[in-house]
């Protein structure tokens, strides 16, 4: 089973910041919070990914809680291409340890 | 540097065949996964291969079976086909380091009539 959980859907106007959040309240020290997207039909995109300290890229910021029981995806100013399901995943830093996808947030940018 | 590609793109097979998809993962990795998408279980982990060797393993009945060759280029093979086996069949490739992030391909969509 996931070890996440997230709204089913969201909305957001473009060129607004799209926050997205996600509760992991039983991750463990040595797991990482994965996010990924995907858009209709084509298969999911890595976006980012954080311990505890945030993290930022060209694509988006991970803001991690200091207890480490949630995250916030953000997207600065969103566009209609940001449309898609959002997947926050938890993952340990071992290499054995697999993907677990859960449902995700379906994300509708509003023109 | 090329992405993740799959082959075929589509796919239309009648039960009880069996079908073989394959993956070639980005230049430099190592290690391939595989998922199943379906709009009522969403995103499933079907297994994993590192190196020829898999790694993990998801929930799947043994008809499913996958193999990874010198070059890191993947199969994954399903026999017996059941109805229930229509879906997007995902391949996804990384270093396979610790804290990898995966590199999805687009994906290979199988109808089974």
């Known amino acids: 089973d996931a070890k996440t959980t997230q709204p089913p859907s969201m909305d957001c106007a473009e060129g607004r910041a799209a926050n997205l959040p996600c509760n992991h309240s039983t991750i463990s020290g040595n797991e990482y919070v994965y996010w990924y997207r995907q858009i209709h039909s084509q298969g999911p995109q890595y976006i980012i990914h954080g311990l505890k300290n945030n993290e930022t890229n060209e694509m988006a910021s991970l803001i991690i809680t200091e207890d480490r029981k949630s995250s916030t995806l953000i997207l600065p100013h969103a566009t209609l291409r940001d449309t898609a399901v959002y997947y926050c995943?938890?993952?340990?830093?071992?290499?054995?340890?697999?993907?677990?996808f859960g449902k995700g947030t379906r994300l509708h940018i509003l023109p | 540097k090329a992405g993740v590609t799959q082959t075929p793109r589509y796919l239309i097979k009648t039960r009880g065949q069996q079908v073989t998809l394959s993956c070639s993962p980005i230049s430099g990795h190592r290690s391939v996964s595989w998922y199943q998408q379906t709009p009522g279980q969403g995103l499933q982990f079907l297994f994993e291969y590192f190196s020829e060797t898999q790694r993990n393993k998801g929930n799947f009945p043994g008809r499913f079976s996958g193999r990874q060759f010198s070059n890191s280029r993947s199969e994954m093979n399903v026999s017996t086909l059941e109805l229930g086996d229509s879906a997007l069949y995902l391949c996804?490739?990384?270093?396979?380091?610790?804290?990898?992030?995966?590199?999805f391909g687009p994906g290979t969509r199988l109808t089974v009539t």
């Open positions: 995943i938890v993952r340990a830093m071992n290499r054995d340890d697999k993907i677990i």
């Open positions: 996804a490739s990384s270093s396979g380091q610790d804290n990898y992030e995966q590199y």
